[in-house]
């Protein structure tokens, strides 16, 4: 099946630094992906839509400019938080549909675990 | 806009035993997918099973069916023969199809399998 890969599994970073995550669809390409948010114990929660050539189009609360979405080819979104503090650590999830269809199922990444201390 | 609503955060299920977790949603869409994820301690998300609305019959997938009543607005899933590895979070999520594809998840049930 689809597989979509999330780089790096976990990272830990330093307060005020930016942190990179990466998003790959392996084997099919997606026009769109989704990047998601999960706090421990909660639900996921969408950050924002990512399209390829495109602007990413955030949801309502979420700093544009402090999570920056790339989408410059039909196989790879990243993510930066930039300038990260404590409280931007979480669990942070892509997701990729192979289909156009709204049926398709969306595959996930392994997810990213930030700590920022 | 859509919602998507489970109500137990915990369930306990002894091993081999069947066990429902529940889910209600609500959209003015008429045309909707419903979903279930099971999320590990790992984190990574697995697809289970999806409902289309317009689907005459309940699906299934292996162990895992689903209990759709469109009239309650209510898509719960059946594990049958639980088994110590589904132990996890699962997650109960929408799609309407006038969406841009991104889905709206539940709040999750935590599942503890009992040997």
């Known amino acids: 099946g689809a597989v979509v890969s999330q780089h790096p599994s976990w990272v830990i970073c330093k307060s005020g630094t930016s942190v990179k995550i990466e998003c790959r669809s392996l084997?099919?390409?997606?026009?769109?992906m989704f990047w998601y948010r999960q706090f421990p114990k909660q639900s996921l929660m969408l950050m924002a839509t990512?399209?390829?050539?495109?602007?990413?189009?955030?949801e309502q609360g979420v700093e544009k400019d402090k999570f920056l979405i790339n989408h410059a080819s039909l196989t790879l979104s990243t993510l930066t938080v930039t300038s990260a503090h404590p409280e931007d650590s979480s669990f942070y999830i892509c997701?990729?549909?192979?289909?156009?269809?709204?049926?398709?199922?969306?595959?996930f990444g392994q997810g990213t675990r930030l700590t920022v201390v | 806009a859509q919602k998507i609503t489970q109500t137990q955060p915990g369930m306990f299920v002894q091993e081999k035993e069947a066990v429902t977790l529940d889910c209600t949603y609500d959209?003015?869409?008429?045309?909707?997918?419903l979903f279930w994820y099971k999320q590990p301690s790992s984190g990574e998300m697995i697809f289970l099973i999806y409902?289309?609305?317009?689907?005459?019959q309940n699906a299934t997938e292996g162990r895992y069916s689903l209990n759709f009543q469109k009239a309650r607005k209510s898509a719960n899933l059946v594990i049958s023969a639980s088994q110590l590895g589904d132990s996890a979070m699962y997650f109960c999520?929408?799609?309407?199809?006038?969406?841009?594809?991104?889905?709206?998840f539940g709040s999750g049930t935590q599942l503890t399998v009992l040997p």
């Open positions: 990512s399209n390829e050539g495109s602007k990413a189009t955030y």
């Open positions: 084997d099919f390409q997606a026009t769109t």
């Open positions: 997701s990729a549909s192979a289909g156009t269809g709204n049926t398709a199922e969306a595959f």
């Open positions: 959209t003015s869409d008429p045309s909707y997918g």
């Open positions: 999520a929408m799609r309407d199809f006038g969406s841009a594809r991104q889905l709206t």
């Open positions: 409902q289309g609305s317009y689907d005459q």
